[in-house]
């Protein structure tokens, strides 16, 4: 595909279940960033990888959170045990940049987690 | 105080008026980013400085490191940009960007 894409689009939960959120990036992106984004504010950091390597996990609010991207091209952000705080937009954008140069980051339309 | 600080928070134009949307930040940085986000819809990167001065049709983007201060200006508005536009820095040495709360703005027929 020609940009990023996450799935599902629309969660819901019920409190204490466990999800999945899926990104794919642009393919050949090296960089692959996830993001929270609450209602009416702007996105907040979760975790950083480039390649399969998680180099930045300093935003993920617990650790209940946990992403990973084995092959450094898919990546999943699982939640544990959800929590109506969790509830958010997640938001995954991929990117060239390497070697802590900046570089444009292209976000996907977001995953919205509802937790009942 | 957040770290990085919009103003004005909310913005409604009439369309043809020339907007400007400010970004003020207190930490050191290695690159500033301005995004667009639509009522829901995804982000799109509309520039991305370092220094100077960017343009892109009727979006001019400048940034003062100095004063640690950037804007987005718009000419010409029309009612297709009403959008949340958010600038985000990035920390020098660090992967981690930090983000505005985003200026809504609105644009008039």
């Known amino acids: 595909g020609a940009g990023v894409s996450q799935s599902p689009r629309y969660k819901v939960a019920k409190r204490g279940q466990d999800v999945a959120l899926r990104c794919d990036p642009i393919s050949g992106h090296v960089s692959l960033f996830w993001y929270q984004q609450a209602l009416g504010q702007g996105p907040e950091f979760l975790t950083y990888?480039?390649?399969?390597?998680?180099?930045?996990k300093s935003g993920l609010p617990s650790d209940r959170f946990f992403a990973e991207r084995p092959e450094g091209s898919v990546s999943t952000l699982k939640i544990q045990r959800t929590q109506q705080e969790d509830s958010a937009v997640y938001l995954c954008?991929?990117?060239?940049?390497?070697?802590?140069?900046?570089?444009?980051?292209?976000f996907g339309p977001g995953t919205r987690l509802t937790v009942t | 105080k957040n770290e990085v600080e919009q103003s004005p928070q909310n913005l409604t134009a009439q369309e043809g008026e020339f907007i400007t949307i400010n970004c003020s930040y207190s930490?050191?940085?290695?690159?500033l980013h301005w995004l667009q986000q639509h009522p829901g819809g995804g982000i799109v990167s509309l520039f991305m400085?370092?220094?100077g001065k960017k343009k892109h049709g009727r979006l001019i983007a400048t940034i003062n490191i100095q004063e640690k201060h950037s804007s987005l200006h718009i000419t010409a508005s029309h009612p297709r940009d009403s959008a949340v536009y958010i600038c985000?820095?990035?920390?020098?040495?660090?992967?981690?960007?930090?983000f505005g709360t985003g200026t809504r703005l609105k644009v008039l027929a």
């Open positions: 954008a991929s990117s060239l940049e390497v070697a802590g140069a900046s570089y444009e980051q292209y």
């Open positions: 400085l370092s220094s």
């Open positions: 990888f480039q390649n399969e390597a998680q180099l930045d």
């Open positions: 930490v050191g940085i290695s690159a």
């Open positions: 985000a820095v990035r920390r020098p040495g660090t992967y981690k960007y930090i």
